[in-house]
């Protein structure tokens, strides 16, 4: 299919991961929404604020919006969006994968989070039958964008198709060097940044041997068995915009432990503070991290952190510099399926709702029609 022009759309993203939340996917979509808005789109987002919504077992922090599917076809019908990007695999994504196919109206994806992984680190779910539903979810898009060439060369041998690439950016005007008098603490100092969390690996960094402190920068549901297994390292909790900023650049390395990540957009904001990174070589620390250069890449943490405190802080933040938010959405823009269906007549748009509805209703009766659920 050939890409969208540039000229100016109404887009639309359909996100279950949204604030109050504090992750990458949500910083990401926030930036990307507000440059597209820079660059003259008029942007709308779907997300769980919008509906009533539960927590998500294992993970409160998400929202679960409960039976979306009518609000979200009729926001996209009052919208009328000529670009539809579906960002999570959530209740909201799954509405509007549905809305989509029923009017034949392209769209596109994102791949934000390794399920797979998640999952089997919390439930004895095979990785292939994730990996299945998530080809059936994103292989109905026009194409799923993804933030690397690991993250793409995985999810080819899983049998991916359609993919296409969207990398990441930083906010170098907040995420800057600045004074290392944030964090009084005994040096060298060692810090994790971000959720808290099982998938997280936070274990790796508090087991690992270090002569200087560890901070814990964040929150989650591990953070009482961590705190009380670990009272050697301080937890700082969640800090935001320029404070998160100041206590990041006043650590000597930033560890990142996560061997499940499709990315580690922290590793790009530590670097553009001035502060290499220590991570494992695996899938996303390897396409962000040049070791030796702005961090140090090893499958013993301790080892590549030791080695990450002689990187020069200004080749990490030379690497930060190129890698700015306005690249990162023009690439997510030129990757969108530019689509005029909701904005054909509205007799053929009405058949083919009218279609859907009877549908839903037959289904939701005694009568099975032969067609796929969605």
Known sequence: MPKCDPDAMRIMIVTDA???????????????????????????????????????????????????????????????????????????????????????????????????????????????????????????????????????????????????????????????????????????????????????????FLKMAWSGSKVVIGDGPERPRLEKQYPEAKFLGYHFGEDLARHLAAADVMVFPSRTDTFGLVNLEAMACGVPVAAYPVTGPIDVVDDGVTGALDQDLATAARRALAIDPEACRARALRSGWDVCSREFEGNLERSEVLLQPKLILASRLVRESALDNASSSSIRPSRTRL
């Open 18 to 204: 949204w604030f109050p939340q504090t992750n990458g996917v949500v910083s990401t979509l926030a930036q990307t929404a507000a440059w597209l808005g820079r660059f003259g789109h008029e942007v709308r987002i779907i997300n769980p604020r919008d509906f009533h919504s539960i927590a998500c077992p294992t993970y409160p922090e998400i929202r679960l919006s409960l039976l979306p599917y009518k609000k979200v076809k009729n926001d996209i019908l009052a919208f009328a969006p000529q670009a539809l990007h579906i960002a999570t695999e959530g209740p909201l994504g799954l509405s509007a994968r549905r809305f989509c196919r029923s009017v034949g109206m392209p769209f596109t994806t994102s791949y934000h989070t390794q399920f797979p992984q998640y999952l089997r680190a919390r439930f004895p779910i095979p990785l292939s039958l994730s990996y299945r539903a998530l080809r059936w979810f994103h292989g109905a898009a026009a194409r799923c964008m993804v933030s690397t060439a690991s993250i793409q060369r995985d999810l080819e041998s899983q049998g991916f198709k359609n993919l296409a690439t969207w990398r990441r950016g930083v906010d170098t005007e907040t995420f800057k060097p600045y004074a290392k008098d944030r964090l009084d603490l005994p040096r060298p100092i060692a810090a994790y940044v971000g959720r808290v969390a099982v998938e997280k690996n936070i274990d790796a």
